[in-house]
């Protein structure tokens, strides 16, 4: 038996009421709701690095494999580290400028501050002009960061960051300058970044990683 | 229950003549004799039951009006009619139909004062009665407007999305780069919107702004306008077709973000909730269109989503009750060198929502919601880990709400969220506690 269309409540109308308030109100009275309410993603924030093959750029990432027996660097690690540490002891946060400023002493809290930048990081094969690496940068709340590139003897841009182990790198170095989001974002990166041999024995001679003697 | 079609009769013109309406008249005459004096004229046609379909557009329609006092005033539509005064009037008006549906309202009053007024809903020929009077249902032409409006202050534990996780990955403790001591930060989020409908058409408009109090995290201050506009077509009494088109304005920190175009087809159909309230379920398609603002770092891309909504309300218009489920694309428009897109997933989403309503007082709302984004080629921490080889988030949150309401336009409200993301690249925990203001008008 059907009602009279007059007397029976019509929730098409309340329906068609909600089509008025489309995205106005549901916005306005979504408290309590289980949408999310997490920011929009920081697109803009990310950041444009060309690194060694890149045609008509001025920043390549380089470094010398005779150094190490032509041992070709396979792929990169390019990014973002917030450097929460003292590389000097003084207690002064300051940036690395050399590579050479890695040593034994500060290299496990450099490590630290990398495994907990790794939403800043990323893995880039090499292969032919493929030229750019792009990756967020930290929020300003984190403080100091710098531009590390790593270079590695293995293919592992299929792999997470996670499963580098401590015989992969092979070269790595910093840009030597603090950075911030005042680096206008989505324009590549001016300065070059020269790698150095990950390790060396006590004589300063590049050698392997994993052989005896690596600093 | 009143059966719709109680009371509907076709006419046919010839049949019916002033003779037989004078007999109408005659055995009224009885009743009439012996009713209280202080009744109001009856109103008697036979041309008319009080819903009618015609056969033809135009209509010789007979009235007998009888009262104990003499009748002294006809009116119809509002427009007196010529008559002379006596116990027993007898009126005979040519109507032209020219819309689906008319209402012809007919009053007597006697010498007395007592007014009748009957209403006779007459349609055209060939108008499906169930049909029109649903479409009659709808907004009719006058414009009405309506808004709403959020104040909230809010303290959100983790603006950055910053990593932090319950437990260990590879071995490593995630903490992030942002010191646990000043992850958290205050924050004004101010909502507003305000509509109007005039027929199947609506029309809206709204802002909103959220503002971080330290500076250093004003990258994440948000505003956004927005202004659309749509049509509800009804199909039937149960199902209607909704188009919008939206809009929309981001603005990140200071900075231009995106313009974004949505058209939002969808499919509407009453519901049955089953416990004497109403239900709607919505089967939509969004189709949005971003244009980013950084032109050299994004490219322009379409999202595409497939919703199922369903809301309802009870009986006594005290318990709301709302689920989303979805399936979509979305993508910030970040394209490599190499072609790939880091920021490109597609997701399945899942949301319920529960609001209790007293007319004023307590105010409690209830959501629960979760999604499935598996990224295209963003690459995880690791890849030893059941969510696979790419990138997949799944966002997990609760919430809740207690509040009083003053009056619709004025309710006061504390609010809770808790949100998880599962990740195997980025996970972390955020909780936003809030209190403010919000009504509707």
């Known amino acids: ?215 | 229950m009143v059966r719709f079609n109680e009371g509907i009769s076709t006419v046919n013109m010839r049949v019916w003549s002033v003779l037989i309406a004078v007999a109408f008249s005659l055995a009224a005459s009885g009743a009439w004799a012996q009713a209280p004096s202080n009744d109001p004229p009856e109103i008697l046609t036979s041309e008319l039951a009080l819903k009618t379909v015609l056969e033809s557009d135009k209509l010789d329609v007979n009235f007998v009006f009888i009262d104990q006092d003499k009748v002294a005033e006809v009116k119809i539509n509002g427009e007196k009619q010529p008559i002379t005064p006596g116990d027993t009037v007898l009126l005979t008006r040519s109507f032209t139909f020219t819309q689906d549906v008319t209402r012809v309202e007919v009053s007597a009053t006697d010498e007395k004062g007592h007014t009748r007024t009957v209403t006779y809903t007459v349609f055209r020929p060939g108008v499906d009665p169930d049909k029109a009077l649903a479409q009659e249902g709808q907004p009719s032409g006058e414009l009405a407007w309506f808004g709403g409006y959020d104040v909230r202050s809010e303290q959100d534990s983790n603006p950055t999305n910053d990593l932090s996780s319950p437990i260990s990955i590879k071995g490593v403790n995630v903490t992030g780069v942002v010191p646990d001591s000043r992850q958290s930060d205050s924050r004004l989020n101010l909502n507003g919107s305000v509509g109007v409908t005039k027929g199947m058409w609506n029309g809206f408009a709204g802002a909103s702004k959220i503002t971080y109090s330290k500076k250093e995290n004003e990258n994440f201050n948000v505003q956004q306008l927005y202004l659309g506009g749509g049509l509800t077509k009804p199909i039937n009494d149960t199902l209607a077709f909704a188009f919008n088109y939206t809009f929309t304005d981001v603005n990140l920190g200071s900075h231009d973000y995106l313009q974004s175009h949505t058209l939002s087809p969808a499919l509407r159909r009453a519901v049955d909730p089953g416990d004497g309230g109403t239900g709607v379920s919505q089967y939509g398609l969004n189709v949005v269109r971003k244009q980013f603002a950084l032109k050299a770092f994004q490219q322009d891309t379409t999202d595409l989503s497939l919703t199922m909504d369903y809301r309802s309300i009870d009986k006594e218009k005290q318990d709301t009750y709302h689920r989303v489920f979805e399936y979509g694309t979305s993508s910030e428009g970040i394209k490599l060198s190499d072609g790939t897109d880091p920021s490109e997933y597609t997701y399945y989403g899942l949301s319920f929502g529960w609001n209790n309503r007293w007319d004023s007082g307590l105010l409690v709302d209830a959501g629960l919601g979760t999604q499935y984004r598996k990224y295209k080629s963003d690459k995880p921490l690791t890849t030893d880990t059941p969510l696979g080889a790419t990138r997949v988030d799944i966002p997990m949150q609760v919430s809740a709400g207690l509040g009083w309401q003053f009056r619709p336009q004025l309710r006061l409200m504390g609010t809770y969220s808790y949100l998880f993301n599962l990740s195997n690249k980025s996970p972390f925990v955020r909780q936003i506690i809030g209190v403010g203001l919000n009504g509707a008008f």
């Open chain 1, 1 to 215: 038996m059907r009602q009279n269309a007059a007397d029976r409540p019509n929730p098409l109308r309340k329906g068609m009421y909600l089509a008025a308030l489309g995205a106005a109100v549901l916005l306005v009275l979504a408290g309590g709701c289980g949408q999310f309410n997490d920011n929009p993603s920081p697109g803009g924030m990310s950041f444009t690095y060309a690194f060694q093959g890149a045609s008509g750029t001025s920043s390549p990432m380089a470094w010398d494999t005779n150094v190490l027996g032509n041992i070709p660097v396979k792929s990169v690690v390019v990014g973002a580290i917030v450097i929460t540490h003292s590389r000097d002891g003084s207690g002064v946060i300051k940036p690395y400028t050399d590579a050479n400023q890695v040593t034994p002493a500060n290299r496990d809290l450099l490590q630290t501050d990398a495994e907990q930048s790794v939403n800043f990081l990323e893995i880039n094969l090499i292969s032919g002009d493929t030229a750019e690496v792009e990756f967020p940068i930290p929020p300003n709340a984190a403080g100091p960061w710098q531009l590390v590139g790593i270079g590695l003897k293995n293919d592992l841009s299929d792999k997470g960051l996670a499963e580098i182990t401590t015989v992969d790198p092979i070269f790595y170095g910093f840009v030597d300058e603090f950075l911030n989001d005042k680096v206008v974002p989505g324009t590549v990166y001016p300065s070059a970044l020269v790698l150095k041999p990950w390790c060396t024995n006590p004589n300063g001679g590049p050698i392997l990683p994993g052989q005896a003697g690596c600093l």
